[in-house]
């Protein structure tokens, strides 16, 4: 008010602040045209995550023992040998015909590589980063040890309990848009396999936090040793797999690679079967689709991709596309394929006939492409 009565020039004054919320209004939509903003919120919390990790010295925890540790169970010598055995489960008994030398499959060994290097230190620093920041300011929920429990019955409890938090922050992948730009990469394999488990965007795994609260709560009465860690990812990758196998009266409890292949269809509700390792929390949610003989070798894939993928262009420009998939999560609302790879997989329609004669050793697929890039989650 004092502005109006001192100013004389109170009519140019009085307008300013409309004139400057205009300005920031079509600043923000500058911005917001050229990248998705709540995508970078994930960026925040991850580097608020590393400074408090960082400054606190992960905990006390031993930084490079906790890389050794989460890389052997990754891509350690045990995983490694499982891996090749379902690779080659998945040849004799596959769901869908594919070459071993698919463009999904070459585009996925890109990211296995990229876990095994860079994903698995950064999984590292946001674990104890959690950890520090949960003890420290949560310090109650760490349970003090307990005499009478087993030791087993608390590693199985921490095991379904992780499980648990893993299907609820998957729910949350699904149901919540911003996340949703992140898990949809997950979601963009149209040649399933074993190594599609380690196609994820390496910020996604802020949202997996979570699954460490039951080992912080019960850490003092038992930890989940590595083994167990290494069956569990072994069970994650198996259901990934390109084979067409169901575990029978066992599906009530396990997921099996054609109970997830449901979760990865590309047409249909895809926010169902999110269990990772039990099928349990599915079915009291309501969300178990169990496979039939129509679900074994379903399609899967993003409708519309609204996601550049290996597929869709006469090349299949890997390393662009790499890129262009992690750069996914940013790219703004409403936006039309402005990657290469996008504007190849729109004027190679016509080439279908063409390439698909060439499908037998590669897997060019020019399925319509919309330019929705709205990336709803799908339900
Ligand atoms: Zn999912
Ligand atoms: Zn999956």
Redesign the pocket.
Same mark, same amino acid.
């Given at each position: 008010m004092s502005s109006v009565i001192t100013a004389p020039n109170s009519s140019t004054d009085s307008a300013a602040p409309p004139q400057s919320r205009v300005r920031a209004t079509s600043q923000r939509r500058s911005v917001s045209s050229r990248i998705y903003l709540p995508a970078l919120s994930i960026v925040a919390v991850a580097v608020v995550l590393l400074a408090i990790g960082l400054s606190s010295r992960w905990g006390g925890t031993s930084f490079a023992a906790s890389i050794t540790n989460l890389r052997v169970v990754i891509v350690g010598p045990v995983t490694v040998a499982i891996l090749v055995l379902f690779l080659v489960i998945e040849r004799l008994r596959p769901a869908q015909r594919r070459s071993f030398f698919a463009r999904g499959y070459r585009q996925d060994v890109l990211y296995t590589l990229l876990n095994a290097t860079l994903v698995v230190p950064l999984v590292v620093a946001l674990s104890l980063s959690f950890a520090e920041v949960a003890t420290k300011t949560l310090p109650w929920i760490v349970l003090p040890r307990i005499g009478f429990l087993p030791r087993w019955f608390v590693i199985a409890f921490i095991f379904v309990a992780m499980d648990a938090c893993n299907w609820t922050a998957h729910l949350a992948n699904h149901r919540v848009r911003m996340l949703w730009r992140f898990h949809e990469l997950? $979601?963009s394999q149209e040649d399933m396999s074993v190594l599609?488990?380690f196609r994820t965007h390496p910020l996604i795994h802020v949202s997996y936090l979570i699954t460490l609260i039951p080992g912080i709560i019960l850490v003092a009465n038992g930890a989940v040793t590595t083994t167990l860690l290494v069956v569990y990812a072994a069970v994650v990758a198996f259901? $990934?797999s390109n084979t067409n196998l169901s575990f029978g009266p066992l599906n009530r409890i396990f997921c099996s690679p054609n109970y997830?292949r449901i979760?990865?269809r590309v047409e249909g509700r895809q926010d169902v079967n999110l269990g990772f390792a039990l099928t349990i929390w599915d079915q009291l949610s309501g969300r178990a689709v169990f496979p039939t003989k129509e679900t074994i070798r379903i399609d899967t894939g993003l409708p519309g991709r609204p996601l550049a993928v290996e597929q869709s262009a006469p090349r299949a420009r890997h390393f662009s596309v790499l890129v262009a998939q992690l750069l996914g999560p940013f790219r703004p609302l409403d936006a039309p394929p402005e990657t290469e790879t996008d504007r190849l997989a729109v004027l190679s329609f016509d080439n279908e006939v063409r390439d698909r004669t060439r499908a037998g050793f590669d897997t060019f697929d020019s399925r319509p492409m919309t330019l929705n890039n709205r990336g709803t989650p799908r339900g």
């Open positions: 997950h $979601h599609t488990v259901e $990934h997830h979760h990865h």
